[in-house]
């Protein structure tokens, strides 16, 4: 592929560790925020570092990730909506969960993520 949906076959590998980086990271937030109030602290600023870290390593490659939680889908979103067959035509719905980001790059698309919706 051409376009800008086709993969470098050199950063192939590092969009699928930042994808895992991306994941674990979400694993880690849920895990904060079972602890106890002052007791994350010290967690909390390692996970922004590990954050920002990722982040300018991405954009030194002409990569970032995109997280539509929140937002109201649309058909045409550079995602996978998983559970939209659960929904009526014509229900407002939103990006509940991303279960992977959108990866984009300079040209535009990368690699599309996957979600789930709920109604808005």
């Known amino acids: 592929m051409s376009d800008a949906r086709a993969e470098d076959k050199n950063s192939g590998p590092l969009i699928d560790l930042a994808v895992e980086s ?9 895990v904060l925020s079972k602890l106890d109030a002052g007791e994350d602290k010290r967690y909390v600023s390692q996970y922004a ?3 920002d870290r990722l982040r300018d390593h991405l954009a030194q490659a002409g990569l970032k990730l995109v997280n539509l939680e929140g937002q109201p889908y649309e058909a045409g979103m550079a995602i996978s909506a998983l559970n939209l067959d ?11 969960q991303m279960l992977d980001p959108v990866i984009m790059g ?10 789930l919706l709920g109604k808005a």
């Open 106 to 115: 300079e040209a535009g698309i990368v690699r599309p993520g996957s979600a």
């Open 86 to 96: 659960e929904f009526a035509p014509g229900d407002a719905l939103i990006v509940t």
């Open 49 to 51: 570092y590990f954050s």
């Open 22 to 30: 991306w994941r674990f990271s979400k694993l880690f937030l849920k």
